[in-house]
C-alpha cells in the first residue's frame, strides 16, 4: 500500500513538473512570437498575444513587463505602462529589467527622487553597470542637485569607453554649471566637447542668452535617458 501511494505521488509530482516545464516553453515560443510581430511593427498583434498570454498566466511578471515595454513604443500611455510595470513589480519585487523601466516612467513624471532611489537600487545589483551610473548622473541633474551631478560626473568618467557616454557626461556638468551660474566653467566643458569633434553651437546660445531656466529644462522631451530594447535591457540585467 505504502508503495502505490509513492508511486501515485511520484507520479502526479513528475506530471505537475513536466507540465510546469512544458507551459514555460511553450510562453517561451510565443514571446518569439511576439518579437517577430514587433520586428515587423505589428504592434496591435504582439499586444494582443502578449494580453491573452497574460489572461492565461496571471502570475507571470515577465508578461506584464513584456507588455508594458510593447506599449513604451506603440501606445506611450504612461498611466497603462506604469500600472503593468506595478502589477510586474507585485508579483516580482527584483524584476529588474521591469524595476529600470518604471525608474524612467518616473522621469517622466517629474519624480526625479523616486527614479533616483530605483537606480540606486539597481546599482546595488549591478555594480559595475556604466549605463547604470551614467543614467545616475542624469538624473541628479534633473532633481536638482547639481553639485552632486557634477561630482558624479567626473569620478565615473574614466570608466567611459566611447566618446558618446563622455559627451554625455560633459553636457551634464555643462548644464549642472550652467544652473549654478558658473559660467567659466560651462565655457571649459564646451572647450572639451569641441576637442572631442561635437557641435557646440547650441551652447554658445545658451552662455549668451542666459535665458534657459531650470523649470523649463526638466521637462518634457529632455527628460529620461535613451529607450532601451529587451535586447539591451536583457544585457544590462542578466538573470542571477
Do not use: W
Amino acid at each position: 500500500m505504502n508503495k502505490l501511494l509513492i508511486l501515485i505521488f511520484l507520479f502526479f509530482s513528475c506530471k505537475g513538473k513536466n507540465e510546469s516545464e512544458l507551459e514555460k516553453i511553450n510562453i517561451n515560443s510565443q514571446l518569439i512570437e511576439v518579437s517577430n510581430y514587433q520586428e515587423k511593427n505589428d504592434f496591435e498583434s504582439a499586444n494582443n498575444l502578449l494580453e491573452s498570454l497574460i489572461s492565461k498566466n496571471p502570475n507571470d511578471a515577465e508578461l506584464y513587463f513584456r507588455l508594458a515595454h510593447s506599449k513604451t513604443i506603440s501606445n506611450p500611455n504612461l498611466f497603462e505602462i506604469m500600472n503593468l510595470l506595478d502589477q510586474c513589480l507585485t508579483i516580482d519585487s527584483s524584476h529588474f529589467k521591469a524595476l529600470y523601466l518604471k525608474s524612467q516612467g518616473l522621469m517622466f513624471m517629474g519624480n526625479f527622487k523616486g527614479a533616483l532611489e530605483i537606480e540606486n537600487k539597481l546599482l546595488e545589483n549591478f555594480p559595475d553597470s556604466f549605463n547604470l551610473k551614467a543614467d545616475i548622473a542624469s538624473t541628479l541633474l534633473f532633481n536638482g542637485d547639481f553639485k552632486e551631478a557634477i561630482d558624479f560626473s567626473e569620478k565615473i568618467l574614466p570608466e567611459s569607453d566611447n566618446i558618446y557616454d563622455t559627451e554625455r557626461l560633459i553636457r551634464v556638468q555643462i548644464f549642472a554649471y550652467y544652473f549654478l551660474d558658473d559660467i567659466e566653467e560651462v565655457k571649459i566643458g564646451k572647450s572639451k566637447l569641441q576637442q572631442l569633434g561635437f557641435e557646440t553651437d547650441y551652447l554658445e546660445k545658451l552662455i549668451n542668452s542666459k535665458e534657459l531656466k531650470f523649470e523649463s529644462f526638466a521637462v518634457g522631451k529632455n527628460v529620461g535617458n535613451k529607450p532601451c530594447s529587451i535586447a539591451q535591457l536583457e544585457f544590462m540585467f542578466p538573470e542571477k
